[in-house]
């Protein structure tokens, strides 16, 4: 099997649906000649013509709409948002417009657009490039919101994502784009909404998505050092979340703690341990920490580390949880 | 631009025979009369909310008359109620949005028309959108967007505008300049006096018409349109007319406007100005006029008893078509809802 | 004391703040001489001139974006947004600007910036015009936010928020404008970050904000004709979050159930249970449930009944709770 | 709009002295050796990110030097680093940022300049805010906002444009032509050849400059600044010039636009330009220059080595300025920071 990294598994998704859909396009600022600001795209425009990889203005909230009336019109874009903290110039076509234009229109306009955007901290970025608010995202209902955190789901949710009927936002770790390379199967879409046991335990078992899961993994590593056995459960896609494969993996440990590098408050963790708290009450031997970023604005590169929940703090709460 | 002076004459090529221009009339008359209608409705409890059209008919009608609903596609804001139907929306359709029967309302297959939209300006990027989808497909056809001087002033006016530019869209930019977006005027939405000349800001053509001019508007329209339908890129085109009537049902202009204003633009009311000139060419009188207007009054009575034999929507409609498929929560809570049956809506 | 609705008593504390402080304006759309379009600004134009009550352009990031401008420049404006709904076309303004502009300037600008905006469902407006979108604020560092649902907070609220040296959201319930009247003092700002107990009980405490506090009242006042206690916690700002005071009344009660408009899932109630289920683990005798609208678009008013949490919804969650 | 003509020609009338000329050419080599020194500096691991305003000299020196610290402010984007010089912020505290030492990077008080801006666009409609304050506290003075042609395609341009156009704000806004966003050639960005002309669809004055030409983009933003202090709204100012260095320094233009292109715009350089006009007016010299860049060379050493005598941040500097006052979490949250002196920066 070829190992490849995150960048190389989702172009290699875009790759393939181009060639197997004439439909499928992809837009975006600097897209195309340059192949995006991380060269995700590269060599697209020449491979499918500068028409199908479409460089766009500097304006996110037309990237988004014209992307919703690209698929009204038979197309199936996957816009690039050149960083998840600038969708926010685009809010307004995101939530309100195409998450709900399936449903103003009854059903007429199902609007197949996927939107990639690469987030999250560790990489030293400036202002804005960085900032983890899938959560805001979470609350936009008709849209289904996808966070690998492997090559191999990289590529095979990416898939997913185009052929999905529904709008998805589809997050990109940002700090793992060339810093792992993995198996990636030449197969079939990942299915939503179905989490994966990254790692085995029987003590506690740490939930997370996207970069924050190896995070979670080399917490385990070295709680596994003192003797605590310590699963990690991969979310996989926030929206459809796979509430039966929490509550399965909560009832298995009875002790649970949630990582994301969003900031605590308002973070999808709350989600998470409302939604755990409600469904598998009885099975819960201990409160569920959240361990998230700082509830300030995304500091300077340089502070970062301040900032960002580390190994040592997920350690930190996962001790705490074991001894309660 | 001017084809239609306020007394009738004709002062150009007339864009239209006298056939379709009596037809142009009967729709203003229908958008009047649907005007008036909705708006007792709403007297009546029997409706939310309504915004007429009142005074606009000619840039409404005049623009959407150039299109070829089989080939083009239609992106309307939310005052444009009879352009809908000219595009092939079934008046019943139409009626349905204000009555409550959602999915009654929703634009049939094969009918080239968006849905209508409460986001002031959100519609011009899927338009600007859409004509790329066109264009890219190799499918001949424009887009019609419509739009105010208020969405004018949304920053997705602007980026729809310059994307549509660069792309050379297929796109044709109806701004129905109504003088006021709810209480504010043009004149302070705006220090520009001409919003047609933004189009130079975007690489294409702006032209400004008197919106109250079927005949301007709809040449202007139709050139528009074949020359986007040519791959000669966009043109935004600002009609310039009066909102002669109030910002909705829940408005009261009076408290912003003084009458002698309104009543100095009903002078140019656009339906005179055409009647004047279809009597002048013997097309047109009063009895007519009547047998029309009482024409309209049973399409609309038709029209309303339509949707009122369709079946309210209940719980289930809050659920349809919000995914492909539910998501495990979602049809949780469908079911939940649905099986509770606390139909607690009238 | 006088009575007065909320409407009556935001105009209240805005009057009182422009005749105090010069530096105080209203700025919006159709704010002068309509008077917005609720005329929660009625008279002000008048009053204080259309310079100090300026009507702007349809354009909300411009709304936002030159309120904070106006601020740096010594001003102390307060932004109507016609609707909550609408304040997504100024998302990029609001949480990466407004809100981090202290930050970003090192205390050199700090931003006395106060939004308002109408919100909340029951009344059969027009899609976007009723959207709870509350939490997606909540995870913006640097905000708060405020959502009376009394008058006398409403006015005490609002006169804090102009005041405070923070940017302020304030939520304004649309349904209770003109459906309430009450006492209003004549006084003080009232400090953020104290919730208020607006019913005493023993057997569960129901925690809500803005209208949703006045459909705990009658869930309460309905469970009390069954013999159950219920109390009921007006929580007045969700940032800053009252967590003494929300720990302490669970405490007493051991039971608790969130209400809200917003949408379920992602919704700040999942922030209230996560932060309870750590704090006051020990004191919980149930699961902390939460009532919400659906996970779907806010449907056509003639819908709304269908999504919006109802009394009968949060009396069927309370009995469960009681019942655990 | 050009005054000075490629060989060092004037074309016009000097819109400023010799002497102030030579300090604008210092100002211009001191930028350039400041792009150098960070390049290097980036290079070596020791600072994040920079972008180069090689090229763009005379669009930012010229500008800036039309304001009166004094009275007017300015609002910079991101590239415009030794216009923030000018107006005021030591050279120590411009270095700060790259260094890594926020606080010391911060505006000192009374210099009236607000922080860079990463969100490509946001800062328009704080200019025009800020330049509203100073009208209605009658206030004489104006705001100077920079903006890249990228930036101009943004909808935050528009509505920052249109609102100033309508209060009549003392407002100028210098649109920086540099003919790319990251690797999008302006012609991709706008189908619009002139984009000072969109100033006409927001009702004011808009000019046209040849970016290169120290004189005229100085005279150009004298005069609107003069227009805008004197009531008479604002103007927008578009200098056409070019980006001869990379986007910032994780770009290589080598994978978008051929070197032929580079080195033609080399041919029109902004510092030659001047340097031949000055010489030409017995003002400069190889002499001259070379004690310049020496003394510019100083001059960046001590300001870096100030900034090096900075302490560098810790954990307590993320809580710091986030509210006036932290809330009951936050707090904690500073608290378990600080205290457990996981300090794991650098
Ligand atoms: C984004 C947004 N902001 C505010 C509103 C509230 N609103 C509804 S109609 C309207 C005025 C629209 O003016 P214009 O675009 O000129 O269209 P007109 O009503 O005159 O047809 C406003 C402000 C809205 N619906 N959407
Ligand atoms: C809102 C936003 N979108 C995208 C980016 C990423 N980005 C940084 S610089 C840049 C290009 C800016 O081009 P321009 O405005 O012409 O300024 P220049 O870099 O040429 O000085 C882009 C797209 C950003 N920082 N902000
Ligand atoms: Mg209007
Ligand atoms: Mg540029």
Known sequence: MKQLSIIEAIRAALVEEMERDPSVMVLGMDVGRLGGVFRVTKGLAARFGEERVADTPLAEASIVGAALGLAIGGMKPVAEIQFLGFTQQAFHQIGPQLARYRFRSRGRYPTQVTIRAPYGGGVRTPEFHADAIESQFVQVPGIKIVAPAFPDDAKGLLLQAIRDPDPVLYLEPQRLYRAIRGPVHNGDPIPFGVSRMVRDGTDLILIAWSAAVHLCLEAAETLARTGASVAVLDLRTLNPLDVEGLVAAVRDCGKAVVVHEAPLTGGFGAEIVATLQQEAYGDLDAPILRVGSRDTPYPPGALEDHFLPTVARVVAAARATLEY | ?346
């Not at chain 2, 009967?26 to 909705?38: G, H, N, Q, V, W």
């Not at chain 2, 009918?111 to 899927?126: E, F, M």
């Not at chain 2, 007319?241 to 408005?251: K, L, Q």
Request: proline share 6%.
């Open chain 2, 1 to 346: 631009m001017r084809l239609l002076d306020y007394d009738g004459t004709l002062l150009g090529a007339a864009p239209m025979g006298v056939e379709k221009a009596q037809q142009a009339m009967r729709l203003m008359l229908l958008s009047r009369a649907t005007d008036e209608r909705f708006i007792k409705l709403q007297r009546m409890g029997r409706v939310g909310i309504y915004g007429p059209v009142h005074g606009q008919e000619a840039s409404v009608i005049g623009s959407a008359m150039a299109l070829d609903p089989a080939r083009d596609w239609m992106v309307p804001a939310s005052r444009e109620h009879l352009a809908m139907h000219v595009q092939g929306l079934p008046l019943s359709s139409l009626y349905a949005t204000y009555l409550g029967r959602i999915d009654h309302a929703a634009v049939p297959e094969g009918v080239r028309l968006l849905p209508r939209q409460q986001a002031i300006g959100a519609q011009l990027p899927h338009a600007t959108g859409l004509a790329w989808a066109l264009k890219l497909q190799r499918l001949r056809g424009a887009v019609m967007v419509y739009f105010g001087e208020g969405a004018a002033s949304e920053g997705d006016f602007h980026e729809a505008a310059n994307l549509a530019g660069v792309i050379r869209a297929p796109l044709v930019m109806v701004l129905i300049n109504n003088q006021y977006a709810i209480s504010t005027p043009a004149h302070r939405q705006s220090a520009a006096p001409n919003l047609a000349a933004r189009a130079v800001g975007y690489g294409f053509r702006g032209i400004p018409v008197d919106g109250n001019d079927l005949f301007a508007v709809h040449a202007a329209a139709r050139e528009a349109v074949e020359r986007a339908v040519a791959g000669e890129g966009p043109t935004l085109i600002e009609c310039r007319t009066y909102r002669i009537g109030f910002h909705n049902t829940s408005d009261n202009p009076r408290e912003y406007r003084p009458d002698s204003e309104v009543e100095d633009a009903a002078e140019r009311d656009p339906i005179d100005r055409l009647r004047l000139w279809l009597t002048s060419e013997g097309a047109w009188s009063p009895k007519v006029e009547a047998e029309a207007v009482a024409q309209v009054a049973t399409e609309i009575d038709a029209a309303i008893a339509d949707v009122n034999a369709q079946p309210r929507p209940g719980a289930e409609a809050i659920f349809k078509h919000v995914y492909a498929e539910l998501p495990y929560r979602v049809e949780q809570q469908r079911r939940d809802t649905v099986t509770r049956k606390e139909d607690v809506c009238p």
